[in-house]
């Protein structure tokens, strides 16, 4: 690990006033590279694939995609399924990152563990555990059907798993940053009077934005994007309990694979919306120390 | 958080589009399926919705569900509200009676012919110009051959594909005479042609560089990424791939003997009756024994059971010597106990080649 | 939970810890006591039987040596991109540091399938390999590339916002005062980063551990090679043995526990030694 910090300090300390400037143009010049060509291997090429099979049949056909109502249903779904996922984890990440990064108590690793253990959860196993609560033979199973709610197979279902494999992202992003960013300011305005709530947002939000803001970021996409889960619980009936990730795999095994990618793509331009949000932040950010 | 506000509001508004549908008479039925039935069921519903309305006068609406055909039995023991079934093999809905209780035991007697109304076989596909002349089983051992197939651990097709690979194995050991199985002055002949089709179906195994869990995961394979000289696959499966992926790419090659693949259909008693939908879901599985179902499966690569319909499309399905698992596993059940079961054959197989350092 | 906290002036300790507590019982806990319960319903020597069997002891060194090597890949590569998007202005930057989720959002069967395009025999990056007698889908490197393709988000997002915090003007103050360029690097920049890089790493981690969708596609799935534990369980799930496939992901989800809490306690102390060493 140590190789890329001290070269990047190595970078960094070049770009100073004063420093031999064709050194830190050099240095500067070899970390982009590096970063680059790792996202070009890893992130675009793939994502040029995406867009290259979508748009194969050229724009006309991709853009027709878009009209089959099957797919209108899976994009709708999803975009219900984060609606309702996002806020709820936020407040979860919130809270949690509050009680865990502001005071020291017994156990508090063991509750941080607790929180990762979604993300180490396969999602299969993050699917099965649902079937094995909720399924007809499941703990709760009869009980659902004799008083005719269907969890699995069903939005519940769909909600449930993905707000489990989704839970941990707010939370682990507000963690480190918060303890990091330590008490004294809070501590300062409780002295001074204010209020709880008051303190959290006029005191302890703006600190944390970043955070917050690369947390729901992340927790939306996954949820989203979430597939081995929601595969397992949703029944995968066509227009009605598919999503977009599942809706895709549909296609791509009917050999549609202008409609698979084009799918797909969409989900690749919530980058955009991503733009969108920090431009956003930025903005009113810095409107506000004005 | 504002974006969650957003977000929110497009949910709901959503939420109310959906809400404004159509009224009517109408009856849903779900048709759980397994993945190379999409096509085919695509245009059947639209036929059977036509024929139902004229018949009885009412609107049926047939949703569909296709995935992975062991996965999509679990569903439907897990409680997933199918009135059909429509799968791959005997084994997952067999699996339907005795886990989830779903159904009678006689399911398979229900409908003609097994409850396949339609059947297929396994064949090979090979590239453009067969470049390594493959034309029958033992083509696929030769050193200088790779083989793709998906792991019948996980997909329904890599099954038929094991056992029609068993099959010719057994067929050549018994000189072709299935008489023997059941003879027992043969016995040692039948117990030398076993063991010699556990060496071949072993080796043919040794010859597969990629696993995928499903068949159309390994169509994949094989045509997009170019791996492998065959593809062990459906029938069907091969002539769509041709179709939609075009013609210059792969051709099909058809082995001497192969099996008599009977993907089956049933209803499911116990959604049926507590939805009343028993009427609408048999005569809907009944219609796919009728000239127009038996055409419609006939267009989409399944061999019909009806001989004056199979005769129409006789160009597109060559004659071969075909076998079924009942003569020659003595049925689904027992198949799998013997060869797919944890710990049974084909995992015993694949830890002697592991031993053996094959690879 | 019977917490024991230090005193602290800041309010909304029982709330925020109730509700968390609350929540992730909901979600998880009681879930997951249904998994463990589930494979409670067989005996110790079953149970052993299952979790210690040669192919699915392959597939653990498989699922968790791959997942720890794409996690230090990511560590090192996630770094240096996070410091480029974050120090460097450069045309692009922010289209750039935009795609940085992609992996999330992407199905993970896309990304698979993408990836495999990519680097199969007959692909663009592949062909270039395969000159060099370098095969990636269908073996273990494939996999690597996978699971660090999935984890990549973690460690940017993670560094970046430790990275916006890091003042500058410390920076310069440690330089000022004569402090080298590796002396301002480990005392200054370092233990500012640090958790939040573990904090990446971890997840990473984590998160390529359980993966599947991606996975499937690229490896081989040939058993004892390229069998990762998920498929596994998905095997057991269609001989209908939930017991089994319970105890598979039982298996991995206490190996993953003890992982995730040496590394949190690691944290930590770690964090514990800065304060005590800050006063």
């Known amino acids: ?290 | 958080m504002r974006t969650a506000a957003v977000l929110a509001m497009l949910a709901l508004a959503c939420l109310a589009g959906c809400s404004t549908d159509d009224q009517g008479a109408r009856v849903e039925l779900l048709n759980v399926s397994y993945d190379p039935t999409r096509e085919l069921y695509r245009e059947f519903n639209d036929a059977f919705a036509r024929e139902w309305r004229e018949r009885a006068g009412e609107t049926v609406r047939i949703k569909q569900s296709h995935g992975g055909s062991g996965s999509q039995a679990r569903a439907v023991i897990d409680g997933l509200a199918a009135d059909v079934v429509t799968l791959a093999l005997a084994y997952d809905i067999n699996s339907i009676q005795e886990r989830g209780k779903r159904l009678g035991a006689h399911w398979q007697s229900r409908f003609p012919y097994n409850s396949a109304p339609y059947t297929s076989t396994i064949v090979f596909l090979v590239r453009h110009g067969n470049p390594r002349g493959i034309r029958d089983w033992p083509d696929l051992v030769r050193p200088d051959v790779t083989v793709v197939t998906p792991n019948p651990k996980t997909s329904g097709g890599a099954r038929w594909n094991y056992l029609a690979a068993w099959g010719y194995a057994l067929h050549r050991g018994l000189d072709g005479d299935w008489s023997k199985l059941d003879d027992p002055a043969a016995e040692a002949q039948v117990a030398a042609a076993r063991e010699a089709a556990a060496r071949f179906v072993a080796e043919i195994y040794r010859h597969v560089p990629v696993l995928d869990s499903g068949a159309r995961g390994s169509t994949n394979t094989f045509v997009q990424r170019g791996v492998g000289d065959v593809l062990i696959t459906w029938e069907n499966e091969a002539l769509l791939a041709i179709e939609s992926l075009g013609p210059n790419q792969v051709e099909i090659v058809v082995p001497s003997v192969s099996i008599l693949a009977e993907p089956p259909v049933a209803v499911v008693d116990t959604v049926v009756d507590r939805k009343g939908t028993r009427q609408v879901a048999e005569a809907y599985l009944q219609h796919l024994y009728s000239p127009e179902g038996q055409r419609i499966a006939a267009r989409h690569h399944f061999r019909p059971r009806d001989p004056e319909v199979l005769a129409e499309h006789r160009a597109k399905f060559p004659e071969l010597e075909l076998f079924t698992v009942g003569e020659v596993f003595g049925g689904w059940n027992r198949a799998h106990e013997e060869h797919f079961a944890e710990n049974a054959l084909f995992d015993r197989m694949l830890r002697a080649s592991r031993r053996a350092g094959a690879r | ?279």
């Open chain 1, 1 to 290: 690990m140590a190789g890329g910090p001290s070269k990047a300090l190595l970078a960094e300390l070049a770009t100073r006033p004063g420093r031999d400037t064709l050194a830190s143009t050099a240095t500067k010049g070899a970390f982009i590279a590096v970063s680059l060509l790792f996202l070009a291997a890893l992130l675009f090429a793939p994502l040029v694939m995406v867009f290259a099979t979508a748009l194969s049949k050229g724009v006309l056909p991709y853009l027709q995609s878009f009209q089959d109502a099957d797919t209108v249903a899976a994009i709708r779904l999803t975009l219900v399924t984060a609606a309702i996922v996002v806020p709820l984890n936020t407040v979860f990440g919130i809270a949690a990152a509050w009680a865990i990064a502001k005071f020291e108590f017994r156990g508090k690793s063991v509750l941080i563990t607790l929180i990762d253990l979604p993300i180490a959860v396969s999602p299969v196993i993050a699917g099965l555990i649902y079937v094995l609560l909720f399924g007809i033979q499941g703990w709760f199973g009869l009980w659902l059907q004799e008083h005719n709610f269907s969890i699995i197979f069903a939005l519940p279902g769909i909600v449930i798993a993905t707000l489990f494999v989704t839970l941990p992202y707010v939370a682990r992003e507000l963690i480190p940053l918060m303890q990091q960013l330590g008490n004294d300011e809070e501590e300062a305005a409780i002295t001074l009077g204010a209020g709880g709530l008051m303190t959290f947002f006029r005191v302890t939000l703006p600190k944390i934005r970043w955070g917050l803001v690369y947390g729901v970021i992340l927790c939306n996409a996954r949820a989203m994007g979430e597939f081995g889960a929601v595969s397992v619980v949703s029944g995968h009936i066509r227009g009605l309990t598919t999503t977009m990730p599942l809706h895709v795999e549909i296609l791509y095994n009917e050999y549609n694979f202008v409609g698979a990618f084009a799918v797909a793509s969409l989900l690749t331009l919530l980058a955009v919306l991503t733009l969108v949000i920090k431009t956003l932040v930025e903005w009113r950010t810095g409107y506000r120390k004005r």
């Open chain 3, 1 to 279: 939970m019977n917490a024991v906290r230090a005193p602290s002036i800041l309010p909304g300790f029982g709330m925020t810890l109730g509700f968390s507590t609350f929540f992730l019982c909901a979600i998880v806990l009681i879930p997951l006591a249904a998994l463990v319960m589930r494979t409670a319903t067989m005996g110790w020597e079953e149970f052993l039987a299952i979790v210690l069997d040669e192919r699915a002891v392959a597939s653990y060194r498989l699922s968790f040596g791959a997942a720890l090597l794409a996690a230090f890949i990511n560590s090192v590569f996630g770094f240096v991109v996070a410091w480029t998007l974050v120090r460097y202005e450069f045309p692009g930057r922010k289209l750039i540091d935009a795609f940085i989720d992609m992996p999330f959002a992407l199905p993970t069967a896309v990304s698979g399938i993408a990836l495999t395009a990519v680097f199969a025999e007959n692909g663009p990056l592949g062909q270039l390999l395969a000159a060099y007698g370098i095969r990636v889908a269908y073996t273990w490197v494939g996999i690597v590339v996978a699971l660090t393709l999935i984890g990549l988000p973690f460690v940017v997002r993670s560094v970046q916002p430790a990275l916006l915090e890091v003042q500058r003007d410390l920076e310069d103050a440690a330089e000022t005062l004569g402090a080298g360029r590796f002396y301002t690097f480990r005392r200054i920049i370092l233990p500012t980063v640090l958790p939040a890089l573990l904090t990446g790493f971890t997840m990473a981690f984590a998160r390529g551990v359980g993966e599947y969708g991606s996975v499937i596609f690229i490896a081989g799935n040939l058993p004892f090679e390229t069998e990762i534990t998920p498929l596994l369980i998905v095997i057991k799930l269609e001989e209908f043995d939930y017991a089994g496939a319970a105890a598979l992901g039982f298996i991995m989800l206490v190996i993953s526990f003890v992982m995730l809490l040496s590394i949190n306690l690691l944290q930590a102390w770690g964090r514990r030694r800065m304060v005590a060493a800050g006063r």
